[in-house]
């Protein structure tokens, strides 16, 4: 069974930092693209980044420059490292994972195949 699970998020101050986390199971990890998304109360699911199966990244221009998209591919786990928050970051953050060799700026929700359950940003400002 294919599971994704994200963590890390909470409540932080703008300027603050948070890293959140997203384990992997059920597929063999190193062939997967991973994305990261967030939705934030009343607007549409967003893509945020993305690393491919080869540490490739992408980053949407909302957030390059403070985030961090890595992976271990040791523990299955793919990090966005975020940096300098402002409030316009709230949202709850999934991920998600895909096997299509698709470019790394499809950040659709149609573009991926797994998802995970989200994991709660909040800064206040």
């Known amino acids: 069974e294919v599971q994704l699970q994200a963590s890390g998020g909470g409540s932080v101050q703008a300027g603050g930092s948070l890293r959140l986390s997203c384990v992997a199971s059920g597929f063999f990890f190193d062939d997967y693209a991973i994305g990261w998304f967030r939705q934030a109360p009343g607007k549409e699911r967003e893509g945020v980044s993305s690393i491919s199966s080869d540490s490739s990244t992408y980053y949407e221009d909302s957030v390059k420059g403070r985030f961090t998209i890595s992976r271990d591919n040791a523990k299955n786990t793919v990090y966005l490292q975020m940096n300098s928050l402002k409030s316009e970051d709230t949202a709850v953050y999934y991920c998600?994972?895909?096997?299509?060799?698709?470019?790394?700026?499809?950040?659709?929700?149609?573009?991926?195949?797994?998802w995970g359950q989200g994991t709660q940003v909040t800064v206040s400002s």
């Open positions: 998600a994972a895909r096997v299509r060799r698709l470019i790394l700026s499809a950040l659709g929700s149609d573009d991926y195949d797994y």
